[in-house]
Structures are given as C-alpha cells and as structure tokens.
C-alpha cells in the first residue's frame, strides 16, 4: 500500500531524501518548505555552499560512511549528467603546522592528512612535493575531486523530484507535528522526514539544543583559477579560513572563507571580504592576471550562510513525536549537516530511507 510521507525541508538534504525515496518506494511525497531552489536566505544553507567535496570525516563515524557512498554517486553525476551542474577539478589542500588545533586546522585535520583515508577513494591523490608548496605552507596533496555548481544543482534536483511525481510546497510548520496535515492530498501523512537544518534548534516538537550556527561568508567573482584550492588555516584570526573553488557552467568561482561558531550575522562584514580575496590571491595568483592583486578580481556577490552544526554530527534517527493532540506521528530526522552537507547527502538520503522502510513496516499482530 502506497504511504504518505512530507518531507520538511527543500534543502540539499530534503530534495535529495525524497528524490531517494521517489526513486525507490511506493510512496506518495509532498515536500513542504519555507525556502526552495532559487531562494538566498540566511535561514537556507544550501545555496550559500561552495560545494564541492573534500572529504573531513574522522574515522569510525557514520559521515565516514555517508562520505564514501556520496562520492560514488556525485562522480557517476559528474561523468554523466552534465545537467546536474557538476564538473571535476584539480584540488590542492595546503597544511600549515602552526593551524594544529586551531577551529579551522581541527575542521580540516582529516582532510589534510598525506595519508588521507580518500586517498584510495578520489583518483590521482598524491603528496606535494616540497617544491610545489606555495610560501609559509609545510605540507599538502593533490586529488581529483567535484565542484557542485549549487544555483544549476538545487533546481536540478528539484526537477528530478517533480519527474518522480514528488509535490513541492511552500509552508512552514512551527511543531514538526504540522507537517503531518501538510500533505498534498489533504489526508495525515504516515510519516514526516524532518530535514530542516539548523531551524531544528527551534522547531517544536525537536528543539535540538546541540545544534548552533557556524558562519560562513563567501566572494563569488567571475576569475577562473583552474583549480580548486584550501588551507588548514590564515594568519587573520582562528576561525578565519582560505578555500576556493570554481563552479561548472559559468557559476563563477566561490573564494572562502570564515568558520565563525555561533555567529548568526547575516550580513557580509566588507573587511573581512577583502581579506577572503588578498589571501585567495596570495595562494593562488592565477585567479588574476600576471602582476595583478585582489583589485583584478570581477566581483559577482558577498554571501554569508551559517552551516547547520551539531554537536554530535548529522542526526539520521527515527522517533515518534506527540502532536497538540496527542496523536504520535512517526519522523525520521535528517539534519545537522554543518559544512559537509552536500559530500555526505546521497549516504544520509540511503540512511533515511533504511529508516522510513523501517518505520512504515506493518507490524506484526500479537
Ligand atoms: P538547509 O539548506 O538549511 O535547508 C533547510 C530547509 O528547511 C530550508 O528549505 C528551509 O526553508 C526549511 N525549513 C526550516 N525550518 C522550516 C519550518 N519550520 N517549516 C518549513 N520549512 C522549514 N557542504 C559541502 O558538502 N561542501 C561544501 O563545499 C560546502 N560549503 C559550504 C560553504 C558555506 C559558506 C556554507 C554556509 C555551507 C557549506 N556547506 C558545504 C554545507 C552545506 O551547505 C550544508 O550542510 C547543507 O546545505 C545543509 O542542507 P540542509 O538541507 O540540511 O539545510
């Protein structure tokens, strides 16, 4: 028997669990959300991402899981679905032996390691030789990895949906609990997937105190380095960071960054932007001509967005939650993606899906 299910949430972690969930089951989906594709709101992470996919995971955790999986298929999208907005790049992680135990050297330390985990996972990894080390940089390696154009990606993603017959909704629940009458037919969802980011703080019903916000402000200018690039740390401040990265299909290139915990400005503060593009070009001077500083740079947007952080990482769990009437209504929560929400989507969606299987099973009468 066909289930209903409402996915809350229209960021990558919604779109991509019910597209998993529309592939595979005999479920009828609506998605219900405040933002959608296309839509930049300091309450919408997805947008603001680079994306691209370098790996962080420590080991023994499930995102190490969520991880491997999610490059099987974001490579296979690359290759084959130009569509998608997704296209491989030439990555360099640069390692500094002062950022050990900073925030930005213990968010990278995985990442940056010679004898990375990936290294057998991502093609063409290699450790720099010394002579290939931009000034002030001790260490570092080289991999293939994808940079996810995410303005051509969301929408994709979302259109993948509407071909699987999932419906997309504006709504907002202030107790997950609402979802469950959200559903397009008009009749109580089964199940509801809670896929809401970092609002999980406050939704009623979760209020996930461990969740908090790290602040990421961003530059998109139209220079082309032709690599994608990253440092364990700046000179600037601990939770100040150096990435960038060139999207696929004119989206520009993306210089990063901050990893402010528990800032929520909304607003990008001008001298830290000038500080994000003096030290992208310092690391790499092909972003402008020869000779040329930041000034060369073509600015297309300043944007900050906050990654959902949890204290424990992403929640992929199952509980039955009490509405206002006391009717308990079955959710699966997938939030809490912090920085790496789009390298880790397609296992958290597989995780979820192993979770709503679960919960819509009939159980068995005594
Ligand atoms: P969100 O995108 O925040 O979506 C939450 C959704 O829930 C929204 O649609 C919202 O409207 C909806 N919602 C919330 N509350 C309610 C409610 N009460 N009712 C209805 N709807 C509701 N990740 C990578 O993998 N690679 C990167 O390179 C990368 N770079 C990043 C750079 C920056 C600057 C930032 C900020 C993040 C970056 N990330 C990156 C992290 C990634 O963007 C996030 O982990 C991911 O976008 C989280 O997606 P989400 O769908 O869980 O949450």
Redesign the pocket.
Known sequence: MSSNIVV???????LTTALQLARNGNHSITI?????PGDYDI????P???????PFSKADTPERTYERETWIELERLARELPEAGIHFQNAFTYRRAKDAGTATGAWVHELMKDDAWFKNLLPNFRVLNKSELPAGIDGGSAFTSVCINTALYLPWLASQCLKHGVVLRR????HITDAASLHHTGKPADLIVN?????SLR?GGVEDTTMYPAR?Q?VVVRNDPGVMAGTSGTDDGPDEALYL?HRAAGGGTVL??SYQVNNWESQPDPNLATRIMKRCVDICPSLVPEGKGSEALSVIRHGV????CRKDGIRIESEAIAGADGRKVAVVHN?G????????SYGCAFAAERLVKEALKPKAKL
């Open positions: 809350l949430g229209a960021g990558v972690s919604g219900i959300s405040k933002h959608m309450e919408y992470a997805s603001w991402a680079g994306a691209n996919c370098f709504g907002i629940a202030k896929c809401t980011g970092l609002s939704l990421g961003i990265m990063g960054g967005g906050l990654r959902p939030y993606h912090a920085g790496y929400g789009y390298q880790t």
